[in-house]
T-cell receptor
Framework: DQQVKQNSPSLSVQEGRISILNCDYT??????FLWYKKYPAEGPTFLIS?????DKNEDGRFTVFLNKSAKHLSLHIVPSQPGDSAVYFC???????????????FGSGTQLTVLP | EPEVTQTPSHQVTQMGQEVILRCVPI?????FYWYRQILGQKVEFLVS????????KSEIFDDQFSVERPDGSNFTLKIRSTKLEDSAMYFC????????????FGPGTRLTVT
């Protein structure tokens, strides 16, 4: 079951540069998307989200873009900092009518390493 | 900042034994969830709980699993007869209300079944 896919298992960027993490989904019933960050031995930490009726949401250094026609979203981090090094998960939520509005479907994650 | 807490951080049990994983959700949250992550695999949804009943559950959440909110603060996941394949990180999460889609996760309990 690959409803949410993160095709890049790892990404390395230089401190101060932009990090772009990508996510694709196949289920057209998803109506809300979230990004989580996870450090080793900790639970996922909520970062930023976007509704399917929007195409961009920004919060400080983090911006999420949604291309609904392509079923693609991306997380931009600018400028990247060494403390951003973590695994980033894309997650999606089903619409109320889908019967799966309370469950998040996660991607496999991308390990971001920000090099000083 | 309020956070979800989970105990124990690590539980080792023998196959066939019952385990109870405990969670204290954020105090004003109304929806509670359990997820698990088997080593090397994705985070998977198990169950959601609202108003003292299960609202959604996945195929993983079979008859050997149960959830309970025994008091005003705790939320528990019970596995009746553990199997080797139940070994995983179990995450509890909570969200505020019907209109709040963000779920806040606890640090997880690592369950090892031997």
């Amino acid at each position: 079951d690959q409803q949410v896919k993160q095709n890049s298992p790892s990404l390395s960027v230089q401190e101060g540069r932009i990090s772009i993490l990508n996510c694709d989904y196949t289920n057209s019933m998803f109506d809300y998307f979230l990004w989580y960050k996870k450090y080793p031995a900790e639970g996922p930490t909520f970062l930023i989200s976007i509704s399917s009726i929007k195409d961009k949401n920004e919060d400080g250094r983090f911006t999420v873009f949604l291309n609904k026609s392509a079923k693609h979203l991306s997380l931009h981090i600018v400028p990247s900092q060494p403390g951003d090094s973590a695994v980033y998960f894309c997650a999606a939520r089903g619409a109320i009518s889908s019967g799966s509005a309370r469950q998040l479907t996660f991607g496999s994650g991308t390990q971001l390493t920000v090099l000083p | 900042e309020p956070e979800v807490t989970q105990t124990p951080s690590h539980q080792v049990t023998q196959m066939g034994q019952e385990v109870i994983l405990r969670c204290v959700p954020i105090s004003n949250h109304l929806y509670f969830y359990w997820y698990r992550q088997i080593l090397g695999q994705k985070v998977e949804f198990l169950v959601s709980f609202y108003n003292n009943e299960i609202s959604e559950k996945s195929e993983i959440f079979d008859d050997q699993f149960s959830v309970e909110r025994p008091d005003g603060s705790n939320f528990t996941l019970k596995i009746r007869s553990t199997k080797l394949e139940d070994s995983a990180m179990y995450f509890c999460a909570s969200s505020q209300n019907t209109n709040s889609y963000e779920q806040y996760f606890g640090p997880g309990t690592r369950l090892t079944v031997t």
